[in-house]
């Protein structure tokens, strides 16, 4: 699609492809080095992807973390994908966040990605 900021990536800003996904930085980063995982093909659902796009996917993870490990001291990860409008999807062109976190980056960073509902992010074990 011409209008989708994800359809024709600028080869410079790529640090890792395939032939079904690449691997950028976030324009708009939430932590030093947060990069984005992206399929080469358009489409708006994680769920509508094939298996060689999540086999892909699943490399670039691993593949971006072990550039990360060499450059970057992160003491964790949050690896996350916002599925549709009301998850917070802005871009119609799935993509997957990986997020360095590092101590004290946060107050409590308990509840990780549960964080996304603030009054959800603590819970207790009953």
Not at 63 to 74: D, N, P, T
Not at 102 to 112: A, M, S, Y
Request: glycine letters at 6%; aromatic letters at 8%; a negative charge.
């Amino acid at each position: 699609m011409k209008d989708c900021p994800f359809c024709n990536p600028d080869d410079n800003r790529i640090l890792w492809r395939d032939e079904n996904v690449y691997v950028i930085r976030d324009l708009y980063p939430v932590s030093p080095s947060h990069t984005l995982i992206i399929p080469f093909r358009h489409f708006a659902s994680i769920f509508d992807a094939t298996s060689e796009e999540l086999s892909s996917i699943a490399k670039a993870l691993t593949i971006r973390k072990e550039q990360l490990e060499q450059s970057l001291a992160a003491d964790g990860y949050n690896i996350g994908v916002n599925e549709g409008i009301a998850a917070g999807q802005t871009i119609p062109h799935v993509h997957i966040h990986l997020i360095p976190r590092f101590e004290r980056d946060v107050d409590d960073p308990r509840g990780g990605i549960r964080g996304v509902i603030p009054e959800k992010k603590i819970y207790r074990n009953k």
